[in-house]
């Protein structure tokens, strides 16, 4: 029998993985998840019909937006991370012994049932004392926090789920003000080459210029992302990614990574031409 | 009100039937069920053009029902607790028309307070009845009118014992209840209708725990927005009658200004609305309130916003607060409520119904989700964070009840001349000019143009508020009375 997942990326565009077979199938307050057996990517979570992450690829979400701001910011000691209910990013922040404490803010209890039982190695970090999961939605957990954090994730991917108020000015206006003076910013940013992904990465880019001093674009290779190209925002309030990168500071710790080095993560910032170009004219409005 | 008679949608059903049939139109709409404008099939979709037809045997007719619209209307009536219900489809402002039409001729006197939206005034110059307004008191804090004090009323019956009808706006757009029982009460004792512009206050009929409906309080008619909290289509309204009101004179009142080409549109939109609303008004409501109260708590404890509630109720010119509106003063953070609604719009994506010099209102309805009223707290957290100013507005009060020299009709009719406004004080307003949304008439024809008055209408212009009503469509001049200068 022939048994195929397909997500349409575009409406004339779709990528369809070969599946073994449906793991699971449950309908959350907030979404329908599905687990899918597939012989490429492994397990794949899929949350309305879109994948969330595979086995696969998650490792690249999870190291570009822990390591990159980890390798900038001198002293982290709180992180707070959003939606982040598959505790890849907690997972790979745990690694860092200086880090006192790792918010996970996360609406959806399913998200992290569902993790639990299907991605066990991903969700191993959650049961790291210092890592604290709080079902709310972000923009609430946000509202009464002041000065706190010294890195914030928005690991939600995407701008028209129910997790939209993380894409939004009031939300980046509550991290600014929820981080420390140096604090830093890391979000995923959208897929910048299908003309129907342009605007929500260009509006993403508008807010965020407007809220932080600095805000740089960085970029991964994600097979399963639409044109397998992905982007992560860094916005901060003091650190420049690459002028106060720590390349030996952070060589010495001996982190295990798959995917990222020091030398990626320069590399990371150079942008083609058409991304630079719309960041610009955004910057420029 | 028979809950298993409710289960019925006469029109929608009807119009189900209608399209099994596949009757071949020569008749009009001329778009052929968009056949003849494939853009607009586009826009729009198959299934709304294709119930886009005319009035015909099966379908009834709103001008003279008989048959589906005819029941619609009984249920309607029904499930509001009214005599008779009148299915509109020209805004409430056609039903406020149409309520005051009905009561008042030329010279007759109708009493009603000076806050009311324009299309009570507009009514007025239609058919040349005499305003005769009752002044609302003024919430010191956050400058808004208040409702219609029993006394205050009573006073004014002494005085005019021979007006025709009563007018009264319940609740105002910020979800101020005046005492409606009691004024109705007062109205029928000098023998006077009691007409009731229920625009903000559908969900009146159907939630718990909120203050009382016209239809209860026994008035006589009640113009009811259903498209603002009932989920109707925009322009879709309601006109309901009670206390033996002739309700075949109303209906040819209504149809001396209503057209002859209703929409199917609107009205399958209103038998539906309202079977959902009888339905399952009470659990949709409940949500509403729940939603607004939070929004609410939030709000205030975010500092410098005052998000109003029931607190205001004094027993005298506040006796009830409809929960469901989400009003808020914003000028504790120096900015007018004008300024507030720009910046969620502009800013944040986020728009409100309406800002004025200080105060926002965000409305809550039964389309709404937590996650939305999350960004609406946050955003205004935001807004205070950036934007908070030292300065207070220079002006705060949100309504200057003004002196009415000649009746609205005469006055507009008048020869009037065309001045800037700066140097209109003194003169005699001959035309509206209000901030939209609300819609309340700064002046209405007929009014004296005082230095405070313009003082308004500038600041109002200068915080970016959408002034409207005047023949000068900049607003920087005004129709005056021509040789009536004092």
């Given at each position: 029998?022939?048994?195929?997942?397909?997500?349409?990326?575009?409406?004339?565009?779709?990528?369809?993985?070969?599946?073994?077979?449906?793991?699971?199938?449950?309908?959350?307050?907030?979404?329908?998840?599905?687990?899918?057996?597939?012989?490429?990517?492994?397990?794949?979570?899929?949350?309305?019909?879109?994948?969330?992450?595979?086995?696969?690829?998650?490792?690249?979400?999870?190291?570009?937006?822990?390591?990159?701001?980890?390798?900038?910011?001198?002293?982290?000691?709180?992180?707070?991370?959003?939606?982040?209910?598959?505790?890849?990013?907690?997972?790979?922040?745990?690694?860092?012994?200086?880090?006192?404490?790792?918010?996970?803010?996360?609406?959806?209890?399913?998200?992290?049932?569902?993790?639990?039982?299907?991605?066990?190695?991903?969700?191993?970090?959650?049961?790291?004392?210092?890592?604290?999961?709080?079902?709310?939605?972000?923009?609430?957990?946000?509202?009464?926090?002041?000065?706190?954090?010294?890195?914030?994730?928005?690991?939600?991917?995407?701008?028209?789920?129910?997790?939209?108020?993380?894409?939004?000015?009031?939300?980046?206006?509550?991290?600014?003000?929820?981080?420390?003076?140096?604090?830093?910013?890391?979000?995923?940013?959208?897929?910048?080459?299908?003309?129907?992904?342009?605007?929500?990465?260009?509006?993403?880019?508008?807010?965020?210029?407007?809220?932080?001093?600095?805000?740089?674009?960085?970029?991964?290779?994600?097979?399963?992302?639409?044109?397998?190209?992905?982007?992560?925002?860094?916005?901060?309030?003091?650190?420049?990614?690459?002028?106060?990168?720590?390349?030996?500071?952070?060589?010495?710790?001996?982190?295990?990574?798959?995917?990222?080095?020091?030398?990626?993560?320069?590399?990371?910032?150079?942008?083609?031409?058409?991304?630079?170009?719309?960041?610009?004219?955004?910057?420029?409005? | 009100?028979?809950?298993?008679?409710?289960?019925?949608?006469?029109?929608?059903?009807?119009?189900?039937?209608?399209?099994?049939?596949?009757?071949?139109?020569?008749?009009?709409?001329?778009?052929?069920?968009?056949?003849?404008?494939?853009?607009?099939?586009?826009?729009?979709?198959?299934?709304?053009?294709?119930?886009?037809?005319?009035?015909?045997?099966?379908?009834?007719?709103?001008?003279?029902?008989?048959?589906?619209?005819?029941?619609?209307?009984?249920?309607?009536?029904?499930?509001?607790?009214?005599?008779?219900?009148?299915?509109?489809?020209?805004?409430?402002?056609?039903?406020?028309?149409?309520?005051?039409?009905?009561?008042?001729?030329?010279?007759?006197?109708?009493?009603?307070?000076?806050?009311?939206?324009?299309?009570?005034?507009?009514?007025?110059?239609?058919?040349?009845?005499?305003?005769?307004?009752?002044?609302?008191?003024?919430?010191?804090?956050?400058?808004?009118?208040?409702?219609?004090?029993?006394?205050?009323?009573?006073?004014?019956?002494?005085?005019?014992?021979?007006?025709?009808?009563?007018?009264?706006?319940?609740?105002?757009?910020?979800?101020?209840?005046?005492?409606?029982?009691?004024?109705?009460?007062?109205?029928?004792?000098?023998?006077?209708?009691?007409?009731?512009?229920?625009?903000?206050?559908?969900?009146?009929?159907?939630?718990?725990?909120?203050?009382?409906?016209?239809?209860?309080?026994?008035?006589?008619?009640?113009?009811?927005?259903?498209?603002?909290?009932?989920?109707?289509?925009?322009?879709?309204?309601?006109?309901?009658?009670?206390?033996?009101?002739?309700?075949?004179?109303?209906?040819?009142?209504?149809?001396?200004?209503?057209?002859?080409?209703?929409?199917?549109?609107?009205?399958?939109?209103?038998?539906?609305?309202?079977?959902?609303?009888?339905?399952?008004?009470?659990?949709?409501?409940?949500?509403?309130?729940?939603?607004?109260?939070?929004?609410?708590?939030?709000?205030?404890?975010?500092?410098?916003?005052?998000?109003?509630?029931?607190?205001?109720?004094?027993?005298?010119?506040?006796?009830?607060?409809?929960?469901?509106?989400?009003?808020?003063?914003?000028?504790?953070?120096?900015?007018?409520?004008?300024?507030?609604?720009?910046?969620?719009?502009?800013?944040?994506?986020?728009?409100?119904?309406?800002?004025?010099?200080?105060?926002?209102?965000?409305?809550?309805?039964?389309?709404?989700?937590?996650?939305?009223?999350?960004?609406?707290?946050?955003?205004?957290?935001?807004?205070?964070?950036?934007?908070?100013?030292?300065?207070?507005?220079?002006?705060?009060?949100?309504?200057?009840?003004?002196?009415?020299?000649?009746?609205?009709?005469?006055?507009?009719?008048?020869?009037?001349?065309?001045?800037?406004?700066?140097?209109?004080?003194?003169?005699?307003?001959?035309?509206?000019?209000?901030?939209?949304?609300?819609?309340?008439?700064?002046?209405?024809?007929?009014?004296?143009?005082?230095?405070?008055?313009?003082?308004?209408?500038?600041?109002?212009?200068?915080?970016?508020?959408s002034l409207q009503g005047t023949e000068d469509l900049e607003a920087e001049y005004l129709n005056v009375l021509d040789g009536m200068i004092r």
């Amino acid at each position: 029998m022939e048994l195929w997942f397909s997500e349409c990326h575009t409406n004339n565009v779709k990528l369809s993985i070969r599946t073994n077979k449906e793991l699971y199938s449950a309908q959350s307050d907030y979404q329908r998840f599905d687990v899918m057996d597939t012989p490429e990517f492994g397990k794949v979570l899929i949350s309305d019909g879109e994948i969330v992450f595979s086995e696969a690829d998650e490792f690249i979400y999870d190291e570009m937006v822990t390591h990159v701001p980890m390798a900038v910011h001198p002293n982290v000691k709180k992180v707070l991370i959003f939606g982040g209910g598959d505790g890849g990013v907690a997972t790979c922040f745990s690694k860092y012994p200086e880090i006192e404490c790792i918010d996970l803010v996360e609406p959806d209890e399913m998200m992290v049932e569902v993790c639990k039982e299907y991605f066990p190695e991903q969700t191993a970090g959650l049961s790291d004392p210092r890592v604290h999961i709080y079902y709310m939605e972000g923009l609430h957990f946000l509202r009464n926090v002041q000065n706190e954090y010294d890195i914030i994730v928005n690991d939600s991917t995407d701008p028209f789920g129910h997790e939209e108020g993380l894409f939004t000015k009031e939300f980046y206006g509550s991290c600014y003000k929820a981080l420390k003076d140096d604090g830093i910013m890391v979000y995923q940013h959208g897929s910048p080459f299908f003309d129907e992904d342009e605007e929500a990465c260009r509006s993403m880019h508008r807010k965020v210029v407007k809220s932080f001093p600095v805000s740089r674009v960085y970029q991964a290779h994600i097979a399963t992302c639409p044109a397998g190209y992905w982007l992560f925002g860094f916005a901060s309030k003091k650190y420049h990614p690459l002028d106060d990168l720590d390349a030996k500071r952070w060589k010495d710790r001996h982190i295990e990574t798959w995917y990222y080095t020091v030398n990626l993560h320069r590399g990371a910032f150079m942008l083609p031409k058409y991304v630079e170009d719309l960041l610009e004219e955004e910057e420029d409005k | 009100m028979d809950i298993s008679r409710q289960k019925r949608a006469p029109i929608y059903e009807a119009l189900e039937r209608f399209k099994k049939k596949r009757v071949v139109p020569f008749d009009v709409p001329g778009h052929k069920r968009g056949r003849g404008n494939p853009e607009l099939v586009e826009l729009l979709g198959e299934k709304c053009v294709g119930l886009d037809v005319n009035s015909m045997k099966p379908l009834d007719n709103l001008c003279h029902p008989v048959s589906v619209i005819r029941e619609a209307e009984d249920l309607t009536a029904d499930a509001f607790g009214a005599e008779h219900a009148f299915l509109m489809v020209g805004g409430t402002t056609s039903a406020v028309q149409s309520m005051i039409l009905s009561c008042c001729k030329p010279g007759e006197e109708i009493i009603l307070p000076r806050n009311v939206h324009k299309s009570a005034i507009n009514a007025l110059v239609l058919c040349g009845a005499i305003p005769v307004y009752v002044e609302p008191k003024t919430e010191p804090r956050i400058g808004i009118a208040l409702g219609i004090e029993a006394e205050a009323m009573e006073e004014t019956l002494k005085k005019h014992p021979h007006a025709k009808a009563v007018l009264i706006n319940n609740p105002t757009y910020y979800g101020i209840c005046s005492d409606l029982k009691k004024l109705t009460e007062l109205a029928h004792e000098y023998n006077m209708k009691m007409l009731v512009d229920e625009a903000h206050g559908t969900h009146l009929y159907f939630g718990e725990g909120l203050p009382i409906d016209a239809m209860r309080a026994g008035a006589d008619m009640a113009a009811i927005s259903m498209h603002k909290s009932g989920g109707s289509l925009t322009q879709s309204s309601l006109l309901l009658t009670n206390n033996g009101v002739n309700a075949d004179y109303v209906r040819q009142i209504v149809n001396l200004t209503q057209t002859t080409s209703a929409s199917y549109l609107l009205l399958s939109s209103l038998d539906i609305s309202r079977r959902n609303l009888a339905l399952r008004g009470r659990e949709s409501f409940d949500k509403v309130i729940k939603m607004a109260e939070y929004a609410r708590s939030e709000i205030n404890a975010i500092g410098g916003y005052y998000a109003y509630g029931t607190e205001l109720i004094n027993g005298t010119s506040v006796c009830g607060y409809d929960v469901t509106k989400l009003s808020l003063y914003t000028q504790e953070i120096g900015l007018t409520g004008i300024e507030v609604y720009d910046l969620l719009r502009d800013e944040y994506d986020i728009q409100i119904e309406f800002g004025d010099i200080g105060n926002i209102l965000a409305y809550i309805s039964i389309g709404d989700r937590m996650r939305d009223i999350e960004r609406l707290v946050n955003a205004l957290a935001d807004i205070k964070r950036l934007y908070e100013r030292e300065q207070l507005p220079s002006i705060s009060g949100d309504y200057i009840q003004p002196e009415v020299v000649v009746s609205p009709q005469t006055a507009f009719y008048s020869e009037k001349k065309s001045v800037p406004i700066k140097e209109s004080i003194g003169s005699i307003c001959a035309e509206f000019i209000m901030c939209y949304p609300p819609g309340i008439p700064i002046l209405a024809p007929g009014e004296r143009i005082t230095a405070d008055i313009v003082d308004y209408i500038l600041y109002a212009k200068e915080k970016g508020c959408s002034l409207q009503g005047t023949e000068d469509l900049e607003a920087e001049y005004l129709n005056v009375l021509d040789g009536m200068i004092r």
